[in-house]
T-cell receptor
């Protein structure tokens, strides 16, 4: 089935550990982005990419890195996990910025 | 700068009665507007979008929204609520850089 695939679905990290959240889409979308969702708040943009080799920061980029070596994949790296990064992370893609986005099912991350 | 305000954090209606979820936005130009739905422990699904075509937008599952520029509103409505509509709904505006600005969400509760 076409769509956005995120792995893992759940993850527990210790403070200071690093990890990579994976995101892949098979719709040939140029635009991909990462959001975090915290209770009582809307989604906040972490990083985004408008095509392979091009990335930029969103609203809350600190503590996260991204790269876009292919159209299909857009991994999010946590460099040194902190409890404040406990959240649900969503990856999204679109054929064009500002159009309807397709979201992955999310990764629930807990940092202890 | 663009912003989105969802006027109610929770809305409770009886099954079979109309649904109204309110959203006001601010934008210095003609925006694109979206409504997304998130069912419990699920990902985000696009309900409908406004992109400067018809002001009354029809979406999936019987929902529709009307873009009112004079009132800077984009309220979501449905004539008759169903138990399966219980979810959290997000109003979203696309800013001048095509980034998505999210409202804080409205939790819709359906009473039997």
């Amino acid at each position: 089935n076409a769509g956005v695939t995120q792995t893992p679905k759940f993850q527990v990290l210790k403070t200071g550990q690093s990890m990579t959240l994976q995101c892949a889409q098979d719709m040939n979308h140029e635009y991909m982005s990462w959001y975090r969702q915290d209770p009582g708040m809307g989604l906040r943009l972490i990083h985004y990419s408008v095509g392979a080799g091009i990335t930029d920061q969103g609203e809350v980029p600190n503590g996260y890195n991204v790269s876009r070596s292919t159209t299909e994949d857009f991994p999010l790296r946590l460099l040194s996990a902190a409890p404040s990064q406990t959240s649900v992370y969503f990856c999204a893609s679109s054929y064009h910025q500002g159009r309807g986005y397709t979201f992955g099912s999310g990764t629930r991350l807990t940092v202890v | 700068a663009q912003s989105v305000t969802q006027l109610d954090s929770h809305v409770s209606v009886s099954e079979g009665t109309p649904v109204l979820l309110r959203c006001n936005y601010s934008s210095s130009y003609s925006p694109s507007l979206f409504w997304y739905v998130q069912h419990p422990n699920k990902g985000l699904q696009l309900l409908l979008k406004y992109t400067s075509a018809a002001t009354l937008v029809k979406g999936i599952n019987g929902f529709e929204a009307e873009f009112k520029k004079s009132e800077t509103s984009f309220h979501l409505t449905k004539p008759s609520a169903h138990m399966s509509d219980a979810a959290e709904y997000f109003c979203v505006v696309s800013d001048s850089n095509y980034q998505l600005i999210w409202g804080a969400g409205t939790k819709l509760i359906i009473k039997p």
